[in-house]
């Protein structure tokens, strides 16, 4: 059977969970959020990687489901996450463009927050350049009222999409996530570097914070860290993990 077919049955089944990574303080690495990442647990296939399954759910409308108990689900286990490390987290969690776009989207966004009682202000959600750039009148309504609820906006992907930077004047955005395309080639690329200086500068003066993607070696954090960026998320401060794990390592570092 089609993977398409086989993912309303693993719905059904539980075959989903969601894998955290710690976003970090550059200058401590203290954690101090997740992004939640999902992952297909077939019985068969193994772990099969979001890239195989999410570009399916957006085309058959799957997503929405998924997305929805995502966002609860992310919700719930901060609150978790919470007792263990005794302090406030935040959970970053990625919303697809058809989601986004879903007339349910703020219901979903209400029955999560309400649900798991956690506030708003802890909860960021990350859409990309290409979500906003759909229907921007459109998203201009659905960002107020993400803001409204206190929930953060945060650009994924930041620089990899075609749009305008108008957007970051008119949308009420909180966070850019320089994408892990840009960190690479860091400290050697002096085009990458360039690039990562002018979002900085762009994000100070905008008052954004921004997070260095894919970061994997103490220089690359080094870089990012000298030159202002507060929060790191990459496989040298954290891979995406299980729950369980993630508690381990917050236990480890109170
Ligand atoms: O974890 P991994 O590197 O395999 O994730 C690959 C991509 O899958 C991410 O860049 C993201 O776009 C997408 N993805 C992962 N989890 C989610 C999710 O919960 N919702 C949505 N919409 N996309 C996700
Ligand atoms: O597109 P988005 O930023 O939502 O997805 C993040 C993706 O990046 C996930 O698939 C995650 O597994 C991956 N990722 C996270 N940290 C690193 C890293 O340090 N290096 C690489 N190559 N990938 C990473
Ligand atoms: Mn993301
Ligand atoms: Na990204």
């Known amino acids: 059977i089609s993977l398409e077919a086989a993912m309303f049955s693993a719905v059904r089944e539980g075959e989903f969970l969601l894998y955290y990574q710690p976003i970090v303080d550059a200058r401590t690495r203290e954690i101090e959020g997740f992004e939640t990442l999902m992952r297909w647990k077939h019985p068969t296939l193994g772990m099969v990687p979001p890239a195989r399954f999410v570009p399916i759910a957006e085309t058959n409308g799957l997503i929405n489901l998924l997305g929805a108990w995502a966002l609860k689900s992310a919700c719930v286990q901060l609150k978790q996450f919470q007792e263990v490390a005794k302090r406030n987290l935040y959970i970053s969690v990625n919303i697809s463009p058809r989601q986004f776009r879903n007339d349910k989207f703020l219901d979903v966004l209400d029955d999560a927050i309400a649900f798991s009682g956690l506030p708003g202000e802890q909860l960021v959600l990350e859409i990309t350049e290409g979500t906003l750039m759909i229907d921007p009148a459109h998203a201009e309504t659905i960002l107020t009222k ?52 002018a979002v900085l500068d762009l994000a100070k003066h905008l008052d954004l914070s921004v997070v260095a993607e894919g970061v994997e070696t103490d220089e690359q954090l080094a870089y990012m860290a000298q030159r202002g960026c507060k929060y790191i998320q990459g ?20």
Not at 155 to 182: E, H, M, N
Not at 235 to 254: D, Q, S, V
């Open 146 to 197: 993400m803001a409204e609820r206190k929930a953060r906006i945060a650009i994924d992907d930041f620089g990899t999409g075609y749009s305008s930077l108008a957007y970051l004047k008119r949308f009420p955005i909180s966070v850019l996530k320089i994408d892990r395309a840009f960190i690479r080639d860091l400290p050697g690329s002096q085009k990458d570097g360039a690039i990562c200086n």
């Open 235 to 254: 496989y040298l401060t954290g891979k995406p993990m299980a729950a369980a794990t993630a508690i381990a390592a917050l236990n480890e570092r109170t």
